[in-house]
């Protein structure tokens, strides 16, 4: 008697699929994890379908870049990173309210984001060498919802750290960070009291390799009542001892001392001493004790960029800029 069960499709009738005809949503969730150099360069190019979903404002409300695509900068390969960037602005409609860049960036960007992004929460701003004091400062002004600013090296000052203090009355979380590298003896507390003075309503600070003293943690702590948690690790002009250390207990809830480890860092924290490319600041001083300091102030050459990108294809045409509405 013969079977009258549905034999099975072919091989190759199982693996097809037309990607074309997923939800919208489920198209928005794969296309967000793609990331913003491979959206604007192909992703949004493989069908009508994917390239609607890829113009909805929803799409950019969160932007995060890196100038690098792996060890190679994205503008020595022949594209236009800050240009990608603006048309990923504009893609937001005004509704952005994350903006993250690495390795890239300008005044002129920044300011960019300030015209067209006044809803921004939410700031990262990682190696910004060619952003300066007025330029963060002018763009403060035109981001008065600010809620995080987190700055990783670079130039910036506590002329920049006033501005943004006076500019943004909602700022609760600021991460003001810089590389390790040898040179004098150092004590600068005007950052410290930039941040004591304009930031009253911080709930989270993040100070690594600074170098404030102990006068500048304490204005900290009196300019700052809802501190809760503090991260000073590589700030070695601190001494958590006494009085102060148990005031830190005291008010703060998460509190990461000069000599804590820096291995779950966000950032390289690798500094240039002049013999190896991997040396960091404990394997010179296990115990603790050094007379490196840590100068935000100080420009290395040297920098170890993490890997890790927005996009996985190299090999695209360079992006030139223009509408492709």
Not at 105 to 115: C, F, H, P, T
Request: include cysteine; hydrophobic fraction near 35%; proline fraction near 5%.
């Amino acid at each position: 008697m013969a079977s009258s069960s549905t034999p099975p499709p072919p091989a190759e009738a199982i693996d097809a699929r037309n990607w074309a005809e997923l939800p919208r949503d489920v198209t928005a969730m794969i296309l967000k994890k793609v990331g913003v150099m491979d959206l604007l360069q192909s992703a949004q190019k493989v069908c009508m379908a994917w390239r609607s979903v890829s113009k909805d404002p929803d799409m950019w409300r969160s932007i995060h870049m890196s100038g690098y695509f792996g060890e190679d900068r994205w503008n020595e390969m022949g594209y236009d990173v800050e240009k990608m960037a603006t048309h990923a602005i504009d893609r937001s409609c005004g509704q952005l309210v994350e903006f993250s860049i690495k390795g890239f960036g300008s005044d002129e960007l920044l300011d960019y984001i300030g015209e067209r992004a006044s809803q921004l929460r939410r700031l990262q701003i990682i190696y910004p060498w060619s952003i300066s004091d007025d330029g963060l400062s002018e763009t403060a002004k035109k981001l008065p919802l600010l809620e995080e600013l987190h700055i990783y090296s670079g130039l910036l000052s506590k002329e920049a750290l006033l501005n943004v203090g006076h500019c943004c009355p909602h700022l609760k979380s600021l991460k003001f960070n810089s590389r390790g590298s040898r040179a004098p003896y150092v004590e600068y507390d005007d950052e410290a009291l930039a941040i004591a003075e304009t930031m009253p309503g911080l709930h989270h600070l993040q100070l690594l390799g600074n170098n404030l003293t102990d006068d500048g943690l304490k204005a900290i702590l009196d300019g700052c009542p809802n501190l809760e948690s503090l991260d000073l690790r590589h700030c070695f002009n601190v001494n958590l001892g006494g009085s102060l250390g148990e005031r830190c207990s005291e008010q703060i809830k998460y509190l990461r001392q000069p000599y804590d480890s820096t291995d779950d860092c966000e950032f390289d924290m690798t500094f240039y001493n002049g013999y190896d490319d991997d040396h960091s600041l404990d394997d010179d001083y296990p115990s603790g004790f050094s007379e490196i300091d840590l100068r935000s102030d100080v420009v290395d050459e040297y920098f170890e960029w993490s890997g890790g990108s927005d996009v996985y294809e190299p090999d695209y045409k360079p992006f030139m800029g223009g509408d492709d509405d």
